[in-house]
């Protein structure tokens, strides 16, 4: 109860007249149509899912037309009987060719590019997911910016009633000049305070358009974070499983492994079936004609690179070794960002509870306070003092219900791709 009672405390100042109300899973969406940053690990995945369907391609058969026409004049001096005549040479192929074995190139070929389309798919999902997290940071920002301007302007003014009830009791000498003196500086201080808080609503509104494109005006209030793993260790398992960090680096390592059995087919003969029909016209002398169709087997292997073939192979080794490496690393990041966002979901949530009754107990202190120095029983200073420990109070709980917030959303973009 003293968890939604913080959640609920201190809402967002009013929704502007005429101001269409915006949801946090409103503004992610916006986020999402129109972030530069998602757009572009968009178009590596499209560029990806292009390099897989060009892969495929290598199992279906290639139809190839190709022709040529030309005009001249050409000279036999008397052979074959024939002078100098005008010629139009011209020829056509049509060839159909159907990769037979390949080695296992083609299929090595295909699982690095599906590999390859995985990995781009898995770091969409986490680029996706660290934007909700921007979105939600930029959005409790500018709530909690709204919220720490209307304490400033309340605590504003009671410094100013405190302050004039404070001439008023010098003049008729209830009290010293010292007390009118705090009373003015406390005034100065909460004016500067004040203008911090402005400048802070300034900063994060600008944050807030230029991670969600759009102007955060009428923002709900959120009432509640999104649900997060009830332990460490289900946090642990849940990014061992779905972690896009994680199955991104699975992925390059998959693929990596496809690209060494790639490299080691050009070791291996390749075998095709082809099909020509063809035909040529005046092709070597007027009135040469030839027409024909072909089918057969087309071999490769090829016997002596230089070492290039192994060097390939090297190559693909060496980048092997290499994902292997990156897998390895990226499963200990994993597990320590997940291990660090679940402690900071859990202390938000401890001292959004403290912080909570703080806030109870400091204002249930500044009436206190309040009522006995208006019966003289207290000096001005105490109600100063009271009255600054109580914005602290309410300052922190506006902070530590955003707290919550954000690390809840931080902490899903680690576990899961969105």
């Not at 000279?75 to 040479?89: H, I, K, M, R």
């Not at 460490?232 to 990596?256: H, K």
């Amino acid at each position: 109860m003293r968890t939604a009672l913080a959640l609920t405390l201190l809402a967002s100042v009013a929704t502007p007249l005429g101001a269409s109300a915006m949801t946090l899973p409103e503004a992610i969406v916006l986020a999402r149509r129109a972030n530069p940053g998602l757009a572009q690990v968009q178009a590596q995945s499209d560029a990806a899912s292009a390099r897989l369907t060009q892969a495929r391609a290598g199992r279906l058969p290639s139809l190839t037309l190709s022709a040529e026409s030309a005009s001249g004049t050409t000279d036999l001096s008397g052979f074959f009987g024939f002078g100098q005549s005008d010629v139009s040479p011209r020829a056509a192929s049509l060839q159909l060719r159907q990769s037979l074995f390949s080695g296992g190139g083609v299929s090595a070929a295909i699982t690095q590019a599906r590999e390859g389309k995985a990995a781009a798919l898995a770091q969409v999902g986490g680029a996706t997911a660290m934007l909700s997290a921007e979105v939600a940071s930029a959005y409790v920002g500018v709530l909690s910016a709204q919220d720490m301007v209307a304490l400033s302007r309340a605590q504003l003014a009671q410094m100013e009633t405190i302050t004039s009830q404070a001439q008023l009791r010098f003049k008729s000498g209830e009290i010293p000049r010292t007390d009118l003196d705090q009373a003015t500086a406390r005034l100065a201080e909460s004016r500067a305070g004040l203008a911090r808080a402005e400048g802070q609503l300034a900063r994060s509104r600008a944050h807030f358009v230029s991670v969600v494109g759009a102007e955060p005006d009428g923002l709900e209030a959120v009432v509640s974070p999104p649900a997060t793993p009830a332990s460490l260790d289900e946090a642990i398992a849940a990014a061992s499983e779905s972690s896009p960090m994680l199955l991104a680096a699975q992925a390059a390592e998959r693929a990596a492994q496809a690209g060494v059995r790639y490299a080691k087919a050009d070791r291996l003969p390749s075998l095709a079936l082809t099909a020509t029909a063809s035909t040529a016209r005046d092709q070597f002398f007027p009135g040469y004609s030839a027409d024909g169709v072909t089918v057969g087997v087309q071999g490769r292997w090829t016997l002596f690179s230089g070492g290039a073939v192994s060097g390939r192979i090297d190559e693909a080794g060496a980048a092997l070794r290499s994902a292997q490496a990156s897998l390895n690393s990226a499963q200990a990041r994993v597990r320590e960002t997940v291990i660090v966002a679940w402690g900071d979901v859990a202390t938000a949530r401890a001292v959004i509870l403290a912080a909570t009754d703080q806030a109870s107990a400091a204002t249930s202190a500044l009436d206190s306070v309040r009522n006995e120095v208006r019966v003289g029983q207290r000096p001005v200073l105490d109600l100063l003092d009271a009255e600054r420990e109580a914005l602290a109070a309410q300052s922190g709980l506006v902070t530590a219900r955003g707290e919550v917030t954000i690390s809840s959303y931080r902490l899903n973009a680690l576990l899961h791709g969105q």
